[in-house]
């Protein structure tokens, strides 16, 4: 059995690496074509390999699935051209037996993409992210900026609620163009500030510059009342990795990031569901590999006469094409039905390792 697992990993390894080599030199290709396109005002061609380089993480994890799918079928469809997958099975390789060995490989893979996308990706996204902000000026934007909540929590008639605009921020705690509403408890408008610029730090202190501040005292024929502030300090629950996330993609944000980021934006009553549908799907994908190594298997049932390893290198495509755009259809369909977020992450999955273990039943049972 160690010669057998060593043929099979050895030979997967090799043809897995191949295939997402392959497809993340196109795919930076691509990417570095765009960044040119991005980076017209004076910046090099370096700025614009580095940037494309930076997207190699986030590559890998996106593409390893369908790397695993592709090499593993083009792996186990040569032993069954050779027929040494048939020797194998006249050995005693049962069915049972032939999935527990491709699990190894397949949790490895898994391992792998989730490394790559949890841990290395969010870096490289945020160094990206980083460093075109340094080429527009230092400041992340988003168009329209970022609109936050936070609340105090203090359970009386006293209790504020504030509504925050940012128009633009950095990584080192720099914001600018800030607005901040506070309403009373029953969501009367008590103040307004806004500021050109300040700072925000990692426990929620934000310190405003040049602050204009408006007051809306309550009752009949009281003025309006405007003063001008040359620094406030406001301690929130809004910390500079709250405002950072809100300006950034969701990519940037590891798993762990995310289930934070969704439960500050339930605690705040605001709309979480697409980032919680990013979030499972961030904690389920790695086991995409598990379900692509399974599908691959039942190209090894498959008698040389069925169709040469090119017929069968393009169905594996075709498949892992598919995978991808149901992945990202079965999200936004999930956040336009309102699917629960795991169902809506979970389902292309499920339907791939049903269709799988189908094909593999009957393959074995049939064929």
């Given at each position: 059995?160690?010669?057998?697992?060593?043929?099979?990993?050895?030979?997967?390894?090799?043809?897995?690496?191949?295939?997402?080599?392959?497809f993340l030199a196109l795919f930076s290709?691509?990417?570095?074509?765009?960044?040119?396109?991005?980076?017209?005002?004076?910046?090099?061609?370096?700025?614009?390999?580095?940037?494309a380089a930076l997207q190699l993480p986030?590559?890998?994890?996106?593409?390893?699935?369908?790397?695993?799918?592709?090499?593993?079928?083009?792996?186990?469809?040569?032993?069954?051209?050779?027929?040494?997958?048939?020797?194998?099975?006249?050995?005693?390789?049962?069915?049972?037996?032939?999935?527990?060995?491709?699990?190894?490989?397949?949790?490895?893979?898994?391992?792998?993409?989730?490394?790559?996308?949890?841990?290395?990706?969010?870096?490289?996204?945020?160094?990206?992210?980083?460093?075109?902000?340094?080429?527009?000026?230092?400041?992340?934007?988003?168009?329209?900026?970022?609109?936050?909540?936070?609340?105090?929590?203090?359970?009386?008639?006293?209790?504020?609620?504030?509504?925050?605009?940012?128009?633009?921020?950095?990584?080192?705690?720099?914001?600018?163009?800030?607005?901040?509403?506070?309403?009373?408890?029953?969501?009367?408008?008590?103040?307004?500030?806004?500021?050109?610029?300040?700072?925000?730090?990692?426990?929620?202190?934000?310190?405003?510059?040049?602050?204009?501040?408006?007051?809306?005292?309550?009752?009949?024929?009281?003025?309006?009342?405007?003063?001008?502030?040359?620094?406030?300090?406001w301690q929130s629950h809004l910390s500079?990795?709250?405002?950072?996330?809100?300006?950034?993609?969701?990519?940037?944000?590891?798993?762990?990031?995310?289930?934070?980021?969704?439960?500050?934006?339930?605690?705040?009553?605001?709309?979480?569901?697409?980032?919680?549908?990013?979030?499972?799907?961030?904690?389920?994908?790695?086991?995409?590999?598990?379900?692509?190594?399974?599908?691959?298997?039942?190209?090894?049932?498959?008698?040389?006469?069925?169709?040469?390893?090119?017929?069968?290198?393009?169905?594996?495509?075709?498949?892992?094409?598919?995978?991808?755009?149901?992945?990202?259809?079965?999200?936004?369909?999930?956040?336009?039905?309102?699917?629960?977020?795991?169902?809506?992450?979970?389902?292309?999955?499920?339907?791939?390792?049903?269709?799988?273990?189908?094909?593999?039943?009957?393959?074995?049972?049939?064929?």
């Open positions: 059995m160690r010669t057998v697992r060593r043929l099979l990993y050895r030979d997967i390894a090799l043809t897995v690496s191949f295939v997402a080599l392959a290709f691509i990417a570095f074509t765009e960044e040119l396109e991005r980076l017209k005002r004076g910046q090099s061609a370096g700025h614009a390999a580095w940037l986030g590559q890998l994890y996106e593409l390893l699935p369908i790397a695993v799918l592709i090499g593993s079928i083009i792996s186990l469809s040569r032993l069954a051209q050779s027929s040494e997958f048939t020797i194998l099975r006249t050995a005693g390789l049962g069915p049972g037996r032939a999935l527990g060995l491709l699990s190894l490989p397949a949790l490895a893979f898994a391992l792998l993409t989730f490394l790559s996308g949890d841990v290395l990706a969010p870096i490289a996204e945020r160094a990206a992210e980083s460093y075109r902000a340094e080429l527009a000026g230092g400041l992340l934007q988003r168009a329209g900026g970022a609109w936050l909540k936070d609340r105090e929590q203090s359970g009386t008639e006293q209790e504020r609620s504030f509504t925050v605009h940012v128009q633009a921020a950095g990584l080192d705690g720099r914001v600018e163009g800030v607005r901040v509403f506070a309403f009373d408890a029953h969501g009367r408008l008590l103040e307004r500030w806004e500021s050109p610029r300040g700072e925000v730090d990692g426990q929620g202190l934000w310190i405003l510059q040049n602050v204009t501040r408006a007051l809306w005292p309550q009752g009949e024929n009281i003025r309006l009342e405007q003063t001008t502030l040359p620094e406030l300090r500079l990795a709250v405002v950072n996330a809100a300006l950034l993609k969701a990519s940037t944000m590891s798993t762990a990031e995310l289930f934070r980021y969704t439960r500050h934006l339930s605690a705040q009553e605001q709309s979480a569901g697409r980032y919680e549908i990013q979030f499972y799907r961030k904690a389920l994908y790695p086991f995409a590999c598990l379900v692509m190594m399974a599908l691959a298997l039942p190209f090894a049932y498959l008698h040389g006469r069925a169709g040469g390893i090119g017929a069968k290198v393009f169905g594996g495509i075709m498949l892992g094409i598919s995978f991808v755009l149901m992945n990202h259809l079965a999200g936004h369909l999930g956040l336009l039905q309102g699917w629960a977020p795991w169902a809506a992450a979970a389902a292309p999955a499920l339907f791939y390792l049903a269709l799988s273990l189908s094909s593999f039943a009957w393959l074995v049972r049939y064929r």
